[in-house]
């Protein structure tokens, strides 16, 4: 159904309002909760990246049906705020890419661009099942830095989630999505065992596990467009608007609505 591939939907900011520097990369509450809605209905099942990755070693281990990721970067505030209790709600996995020294506390460089997570949200993230990943220490691009200085980024942000959670991260996000091999050999001699780019395509085992492509969702990705995202179409290869599509719409409204009537029966 997936046209080959996985969709990997990379967000940022779940907030009301978007800041003015994280404006289209910010999805307001409702959108995120809808969105969920539509995985729900269409049957997907959110993996963290690391149980992706997991499958793909091991391929006697087949994925579930309509497997996708949730995927969010730099570590928002309004992850735990927003998201995470729809997340529990559906019992969604997901992962939370950090660039710890964005976060609230100790290790604070001072460079996130909104109301950032505090280690204690952090840490209550994990426990409700959402994986921790890198994302650099003070989120540069990666491919523009010295040896030293690339392998101090990586190796830092290592160090800050393993001290903060007690178990290493083992999944990375390349901050900008950028990379190049150099930076995909640090990722991987620092212990990380996958990594995720941005690329908007779906990601494929063949892409090897350094440069996994993800989908970013907007604050403008309306909800069909979600859906097609979801169902794997309309990225990468092209796929006409063909009657499967119009049939997937049809069943997700069906959903909605038996949804809602059962919501209106309760109450
Ligand atoms: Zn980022």
């Given at each position: 159904m997936n046209a080959g591939g996985i969709p990997i939907f990379m967000y940022h900011s779940i907030a009301p309002l978007p800041n003015e520097a994280t404006h289209e990369l910010s999805v307001s509450p409702a959108a995120f909760a809808e969105q969920m809605e539509v995985l729900r209905c269409l049957g997907c099942t959110p993996l963290t990246t690391a149980r992706l990755a997991w499958h793909w070693r091991n391929p006697d281990r087949p994925l579930p049906t309509r497997p996708v990721l949730i995927t969010f970067d730099d570590g928002y505030e309004g992850v735990h705020r927003y998201a995470l209790p729809v997340l529990g709600k559906h019992e969604f996995a997901s992962t939370l890419f950090l660039?710890?020294?964005?976060?609230?506390?100790?290790?604070?460089?001072?460079?996130?661009?909104?109301?950032m997570l505090g280690w204690d949200q952090v840490r209550e993230l994990a426990e409700a099942g959402t994986e921790i990943g890198g994302h650099?220490?003070?989120?540069?691009?990666?491919?523009?830095?010295s040896d030293d200085a690339l392998w101090f980024e990586v190796v830092r942000c290592k160090e800050i989630v393993t001290n903060e959670l007690g178990t290493p991260p083992e999944s990375f996000a390349y901050p900008y999505g950028y990379s190049s091999r150099r930076v995909r050999r640090a990722v991987r001699g620092a212990g990380f065992r996958q990594s995720l780019a941005v690329g908007n395509g779906l990601a494929c085992r063949r892409q090897g596990p350094y440069a996994l492509r993800r989908v970013t969702v907007r604050r403008s990705t309306g909800p069909e467009e979600f859906e097609r995202l979801a169902e794997g179409r309309g990225l990468g290869r092209a796929f006409a608007r063909d009657r499967v599509l119009t049939k997937g719409y049809a069943m997700v409204r069906r959903c909605r609505q038996a949804r809602r009537k059962a919501a209106r029966t309760r109450v």
């Open positions: 660039a710890t020294g964005w976060l609230r506390g100790k290790y604070d460089t001072g460079g996130g661009l909104d109301t650099s220490h003070t989120h540069p691009q990666l491919d523009q830095l």
